[in-house]
């Protein structure tokens, strides 16, 4: 697999990041192009309300990431946060003071068009109630520029599982798709059973995966293991994004997964800016543009 | 003659016995809490069949162990009883992969196969 991620992903140097370019969309190159290219940002794991080691700066990372992502020169059509919006609390009224002030943060957004997705974090423990009260649905899908794009939940379930009504909505919708339509699919955690004995999986994503394995232009973007990583199921790409909260250990790099000792500099941290045309590339933005 | 009988039977009666012990399942019983398991290290021997009795204190917990292929909930007021027989030697993590809060990430043990 190592193998094929590094000659389905070439990598670039970028001026804020690393830029990966993937071979996708290939097949569909002259109508993609007759679209026109358009580009997004990718935040995920912000974790507000989150108090520890991991981060000293949390109080303020959210804030910094927003300001980057509003001096791009050239601004996003829109933005997803690919959950994990605020941090776990027993306390629901705790829970929905920490979603009330993560939404006053990031509607410092100058890019209105926002669309957000649950983690475990914010959905688990009241099965996506308090979330729900915020942000509306948990799962849906979005067309733009000719690309369909599909949210999947995997998180209000806190068996970690998309579900049998979730998965005859998304056979539903596919049926509607011709198998070479350009198709992002937007999630919390991996579809796929990245490391399962760290709990870096979703139950029955398999189930997702065989669903969208028709059609031949599909990626997916999740957070959730607050890293980048990049996997291949079949000719489907999987894209982890990092975190802006604290990076974690890579997946099998030792027994126990663990938050990284914090670093001033968040070299771990940060939001994507992923271009979709002809191929999907992205590059990873830092917190604060130096 | 009854107990020559015995003493007679005796080698393949330990031999029988010995069978025996090492199928009768070995129970190993788990407890769950928010965040952890009690024992959260077990350690048991290659082709020993087992019955893992797992029960909760607070609420629904996950028991998985990936590299047995074994996934349960375990709910209040109940003993979830597993049976599994080691295969193959080693280390083996189990975690609980029911979302119960923060300190979640923390929750699991190992289950260690000797030879």
């Not at chain 2, 629904?60 to 590299?67: S, V």
Request: hydrophobic share 40%; proline share 6%; glycine share 8%.
């Amino acid at each position: 697999m190592l193998q094929r991620d590094r000659r389905d992903f070439l990598k670039l140097a970028g001026v804020a990041g690393v830029t990966f370019t993937a071979g996708l969309f290939a097949d569909r190159q002259a109508s993609a192009q007759a679209a026109g290219d358009f580009h997004f940002v990718q935040f995920s794991d912000t974790h507000w309300g989150y108090k520890g080691a991991a981060n000293p700066d949390a109080e303020n990372t959210l804030a910094k990431a927003v300001a980057t992502v509003n001096g791009l020169a050239n601004p996003p059509d829109f933005i997803v946060f690919t959950g994990d919006l605020t941090h776990t609390t027993d306390d629901p009224k705790e829970r929905r003071a920490r979603m009330q002030r993560f939404k006053e943060i990031v509607s410092a957004l100058r890019v209105k068009d926002v669309r957000f997705m649950p983690g475990e974090h914010d959905a688990s423990l009241d099965r996506g109630e308090a979330y729900k009260e915020f942000f509306g649905a948990v799962n849906y899908t979005f067309d733009h520029k000719g690309v369909h794009f599909i949210a999947l939940d995997n998180t209000t379930d806190p068996a970690a599982k998309l579900g049998d009504e979730q998965l005859a909505w998304l056979a539903a919708d596919l049926k509607q798709r011709k198998t070479d339509d350009r198709i992002v699919v937007l999630t919390h955690r991996p579809l796929f059973d990245l490391k399962p004995d760290w709990d870096w999986t979703t139950a029955d994503g398999a189930k997702a995966i065989d669903l969208l394995m028709p059609y031949t232009n599909v990626v997916v973007f999740y957070g959730h293991i607050h890293q980048e990583n990049h996997h291949m199921t079949g000719h489907i790409a999987h894209h982890a994004a990092k975190s802006l909260i604290f990076p974690l250990t890579a997946p099998g790099s030792q027994p126990k997964r663990a938050p990284l000792p914090y670093d001033a500099a968040q070299p771990g941290l940060g939001t994507r800016d992923v271009t979709v045309g002809a191929k999907v590339s992205f590059t990873e933005l830092p917190v604060t543009k130096s | 003659m009854k107990r020559r009988a015995l003493v007679l039977l005796g080698i393949p009666l330990m031999i029988g016995a010995a069978r025996l012990a090492a199928q009768s399942p070995v129970e190993v019983r788990i407890s769950a809490r928010k965040f952890e398991f009690h024992p959260n290290k077990a350690t048991v021997k290659l082709g020993q069949p087992m019955v893992l009795v797992l029960t909760t204190e607070d609420r629904i917990h996950g028991f998985k162990m990936p590299d047995f292929g074994i996934r349960v909930e375990v709910v209040p007021g109940q003993e979830t009883r597993v049976s599994l027989t080691p295969g193959k030697t080693g280390s083996f993590t189990f975690l609980c992969d029911v979302f119960c809060g923060d300190g979640h990430d923390d929750m699991d043990g190992t289950l260690i196969v000797e030879a």
